[in-house]
């Protein structure tokens, strides 16, 4: 099949891209309300994005249930600044597709799913006790991209803390990532968990030789 995209449905497109970028990683946001409700929910549109800054990126969706198209977590997020990312992982999985539901802003997911949370070190929303790992972000920049369904924006946070259980990092920062057992987002109602791992070592590049 051969598909301009400017010429197929916004439906059509997503199903596409969803379809056709995989596994995608589960970025499982916690933040807070001004008036001090914990929402969360999964996102994944989600990936790293430099080092030096510490720098990663999520995009919502525009919301299509809410009057001002904007997910609870992106409005929160474009209020407070500050959020969580929190690894989503095989034992939580349920937990995970249950916090994708659209409660009302004044509801919060963990209190209404009966979802532990632990203070985070250097930002107002509190990380999940049941995640492994989390990061602790502030807002640095927001892109639009486009307008109304379909569209998104795009965020760009800083990664100002990070919680790793002390069994999944050794003193190299290097995760254990069999012991921690995240699982990653497909098309559809699909997930996929993180079992089969292979290594290859990267090749370096030769000078060719002059024959003779």
């Known amino acids: 099949m051969e598909l301009t995209l400017e010429h197929a449905t916004t439906a059509e497109v997503y199903k596409l891209l969803i379809g056709c970028i995989v596994p995608r990683p589960i970025a499982w946001i916690t933040s807070q309300s001004p008036e001090g409700v914990v929402n969360l929910a999964p996102f994944s549109f989600f990936n790293a994005v430099a080092s030096n800054p510490p720098t990663i990126s999520v995009s919502f969706a525009y919301n299509t249930q809410n009057h001002d198209g904007r997910k609870d977590t992106l409005a929160n997020i474009q209020q407070s600044?500050?959020?969580?990312?929190?690894?989503?992982?095989?034992?939580?999985?349920?937990?995970?597709?249950?916090?994708?539901?659209?409660?009302?802003?004044?509801?919060?997911?963990?209190?209404?799913?009966?979802?532990?949370?632990?203070?985070?070190?250097?930002?107002?929303?509190?990380?999940?006790?049941?995640?492994?790992?989390?990061?602790?972000?502030?807002?640095?920049?927001?892109?639009?991209?486009?307008?109304?369904?379909g569209s998104a924006t795009l965020v760009l946070a800083r990664v100002l803390h990070s919680f790793v259980r002390d069994d999944l990092v050794n003193e190299r920062m290097h995760v254990d990532v069999r012991n921690l057992a995240p699982i990653g987002r497909l098309a559809g109602h699909d997930y996929c968990y993180v079992h089969d791992?292979?290594?290859?070592?990267r090749r370096m590049y030769e000078e060719p030789h002059e024959p003779g």
């Open 81 to 149: 600044g500050e959020f969580v990312v929190n690894v989503a992982t095989e034992p939580n999985k349920v937990a995970v597709n249950d916090s994708a539901v659209n409660y009302p802003r004044e509801f919060g997911e963990p209190h209404e799913l009966g979802i532990e949370t632990r203070p985070s070190y250097l930002v107002a929303p509190p990380r999940l006790a049941l995640s492994p790992i989390a990061l602790e972000c502030r807002l640095e920049r927001q892109i639009p991209v486009g307008e109304g369904p």
């Open 197 to 201: 791992i292979f290594t290859l070592e």
